[in-house]
């Protein structure tokens, strides 16, 4: 069975600090992908991944950066994180792209004061 | 452990006919269920579904929830190649265990 897991469920950081989370699976997926679930607003994707080293932006990357530098773990970066980043973070990941299930990790609720 | 299940795990129908996809689930401290729509990069969100016994509608797509059963479904009527996509449902809990766990989805194919 497919897992992918985040390292916290529950973060709390100040605002400006530099905040980090990991998302690890186990099923050699080429794709991974980082989302962000706000009340209302459905899954927003911020970045994906296609293969190690590789990146794209998704449809929020402002304020956030990533890094793939094994194919089983993919970081998502707050460089200096703000009250607005507030959110569910979800990792997920997946073999092929589009025509495949994504699967999801458990979510990082981060709080930022 | 929380868990949602899909089912079927795929699907395969012809323009026009009318397809129904089930979503159960077993978690602590249900708040919502959401049903998304997965065709390239990113979930589309098509419902959020809170109450029990209230069909949400968007155009040839319905959703209704039973909290007693704890189940879900999602029907397209009339459907169109474009329906094609993997349909997510995903259950949202709250207070300590706050999360969103997802089922692993329902591969429809819709021929022409």
């Known amino acids: 069975d497919v897992k992918v897991t985040q390292s916290s469920r529950y973060l709390v950081k100040r605002t400006g600090e530099k905040v980090f989370l990991e998302c690890v699976q186990d099923?050699?997926?080429?794709?991974m992908f980082w989302y962000r679930q706000d009340p209302g607003l459905g899954l927003r994707l911020i970045y994906f991944?296609?293969?190690?080293?590789?990146?794209e932006k998704g449809d929020i990357p402002e304020g956030y950066s990533v890094s793939r530098e094994k194919k089983e773990r993919f970081s998502l970066i707050l460089e200096s994180a703000s009250t607005n980043q507030t959110s569910m973070y979800l990792c997920?990941?997946?073999?092929?792209?589009?025509?495949?299930?994504?699967?999801f990790g458990p979510g990082t609720r981060l709080l930022v004061l | 452990e929380d868990k949602v299940v899909q089912s079927p795990l795929s699907l395969v129908v012809h323009e026009g006919d009318t397809v129904t996809l089930n979503c159960s689930y077993e978690?602590?401290?249900?708040?919502?269920l959401l049903w998304y729509k997965q065709e390239k990069k990113a979930p589309t969100f098509l419902f959020m579904l809170?109450?029990?016994?209230i069909e949400k509608k968007s155009g040839r797509l319905s959703s209704i929830l039973d909290k007693k059963e704890l189940f879900s479904i999602l029907n397209i009527t009339a459907t169109q190649t474009g329906d094609s996509a993997i349909y997510l449902c995903?259950?949202?809990?709250?207070?300590?265990?706050?999360?969103?766990?997802f089922g692993k989805g329902t591969h429809l194919i819709i021929q022409p």
């Open positions: 997920a990941s997946s073999f092929k792209l589009g025509q495949e299930t994504q699967y």
């Open positions: 099923m050699d997926h080429e794709n």
């Open positions: 991944s296609y293969d190690v080293k590789m990146k």
């Open positions: 978690v602590t401290n249900f708040r919502s």
């Open positions: 809170t109450s029990s016994g």
């Open positions: 995903a259950v949202e809990t709250r207070g300590g265990a706050d999360g969103l766990t």
